[in-house]
């Protein structure tokens, strides 16, 4: 894709700046609130969406919502058992134990970074965050309800979530709506940036060692990992099909379920690359362990199948530009997350 040019000398890749522009027109008619969620060096400013704009009031109810197991419908399973702080905000496992110890058949992607997302889930089929925090509550596997009536009228039971709905919302009235929009809320805020990469990019030459100097240099320039990891969240927010889980007997058919378009089958989205170091296993059915497997994949140039990306080429890497890209990929590790804690007790 090929970049337009400013005169700074700058090049942003045009899915970026399409982007950019328009997550800018839609907070244009945002409510001129002051926007009070600092950002970590490397990230831009936080755009809110115009029907679900920010306050500290709907990022602590949704804090309290993503952290409460009692959104599931045996009370053991909260969306921070899939995607918790101990694991950079996964779960630390290949696929996903949900409701009764059923296994999903994806790996749980990170909360991180969020905010600069587009479509959610491994292949895009809810649109918003928003729409992403309900599917999981009427998965069977995942928080197993029937239906979101049931979610709201567990909630609807609780005097201190009425208390706190009433606070974010201006009214005690519950709606499954208002819990998306609050849970939505507090995983903007989840935040990831000022790596030693963005310390070395502002300036801090030493922030990097010589080893992840140089795999900046191969991921960049070598092996152009930046045509699908791109910008401050380097992800295009695209999908792609890299073949990893295609030789499988019955393989997962990713982005193909929801548009039903044959050039998206075994298409996943491309995931962030901050904190990737944080959050193994890796792929979609996490079954790469480690950043070395990884990068072996993309050296090989992917696994052959019907619908591989056109990009996905043998890179012929050293094993020493193998050794300096994974430490490159560690340069990335940040900070703005670490911070966020379960509540001590849920409402009552």
Known sequence: MKGLRFQAGATVPAFSLCLLLAAYALAADAPRKPATV?????LLPLV?????????EKVELGR?????????????????????PKYAFTDGAPVSTGIRGQKGGRSAPTVINRAYSLAQFWDGRAPTLEAQALGPMVNPIE??????????DRLKGIAGYREMFQKAFGSEEITIQKAGMAIATFERTVLSGNSAYDRYKAGQKNAMTASQIRGMGVFF?????????????????MYANIGVGTDKPEPDVGRFAVTKDPKDWGAFKTPTLRDIDRTAPYMHDGSLKTLEEVVDIYDKGGVKNRNLEAK?????????????????????????????????????
Request: aromatic letters at 10%; charged letters at 20%; hydrophobic letters at 30%.
């Open 38 to 42: 600092k950002t970590p060096l490397g």
């Open 48 to 56: 809110w969406p115009a029907d679900n704009p920010y306050s500290p």
């Open 64 to 84: 309290y919502l993503y952290f409460d197991p009692r959104l599931s419908a045996d009370g053991s399973v909260s969306c921070a058992s899939c995607h918790s």
């Open 143 to 152: 928080m197993g309800n029937g239906d979101h009536f049931s979610v709201v």
């Open 221 to 237: 320039d070598k092996a152009k990992c930046d045509q699908c990891h791109e910008g401050i969240n380097f992800t295009t927010n």
């Open 312 to 348: 996905m080429k043998p890179l012929h890497l050293t094993d020493q530009d193998k050794k300096d890209l994974v430490a490159f990929l560690k340069a990335l590790n940040g900070e703005g997350w670490q911070q966020i804690k379960a509540p001590e007790r849920f409402p009552q």
